[in-house]
């Protein structure tokens, strides 16, 4: 069984969550340029990939009152 909890995927990338690791997300690339070093990992993603991750990101965990205009939506109701 799984832990990864995927906010975006594609074809060459998948950015996920682990199920018990509420502190960090992870990013899988496939066929990209990338650099490592002893203390640092540089990796080349195309604009398109990330433009994607971000709007799958947005979408499915850091915006819940946007609604689907891009407007704050906020609901008040008396007594609650």
């Known amino acids: 069984m799984s832990t990864k909890a995927t906010i975006s995927y ?3 990338f998948h950015l996920f969550e682990e199920c018990f690791d509420g ?3 992870y ?3 496939e066929n990209t340029d990338f650099e490592v070093d002893p203390n640092r990992v540089a990796v080349k993603i195309p604009l398109d990939i990330w433009n994607q991750m ?5 979408e499915k965990r850091r915006i819940p009152l946007l609604g ?3 407007q704050l ?3 008040f109701h008396k007594g609650e």
Do not use: A, F, I, R
């Open 10 to 12: 594609g074809p060459d």
């Open 23 to 25: 502190e960090s997300v």
């Open 27 to 29: 990013l899988e690339v």
């Open 54 to 58: 971000l709007e799958d990101y947005n």
């Open 68 to 70: 689907k205009s891009g």
């Open 73 to 75: 939506e906020l609901n």
